[in-house]
């Protein structure tokens, strides 16, 4: 059991039984009063967020959230399946689920999939991923006029920027959490 005064950005919490993440906290003591704890909290499921302000007796329920390491194993449609390490049973999850995570999965990547009551709810990538770049322009050595980096797109179909010396074919590390170019991979 959690009270207002647990609050702090990153914690989850279950309201209306439904999980919850703090994703901005703010306190305030008025000069007179009890301390105020503003929030703003971010549906786990939907994606919607809410304000809500919360005094220093209010208690919260921790969200039951399990997280279970999965390997990824291939796309349907808007549907990707995921497949338990130890119980090797099989989830789908919704690409809309996914969000942006989408981007980075090739098949056999080991990933955490948060579950809240048996339902898959997202998916928590390595921050780092190896992905081969499918297109991208030529470049010429010595070739300073154009701009610092090239648009390239990688083999889940993810459009990012990378420098003018990484060429189509090449495997390149990316950082999940920002979506850009970390460097080349020797292989």
Known sequence: MYTASDLRKGL???IDNEPYMVTAFEFSKPGKGQAL???????MITGSTIDRTYREGDTFEPASLEERVMQYLYKEGDHYYFMDNQTYEQI??????????KNYLIDNLNVKVLMFREKAIGVDLPNFVNLRVIKTEMWVKGDTSKADYK????ETGYELRIPPFVQEGELITIDTRTGEYSTRVKE
């Open 92 to 101: 789908i999850i919704n690409g809309d689920a996914l969000g942006e995570t």
């Open 12 to 14: 989850k919490v279950a």
């Open 37 to 43: 704890y503003r929030t703003k909290l971010k549906n």
């Open 151 to 154: 648009p390239a797109t990688i």
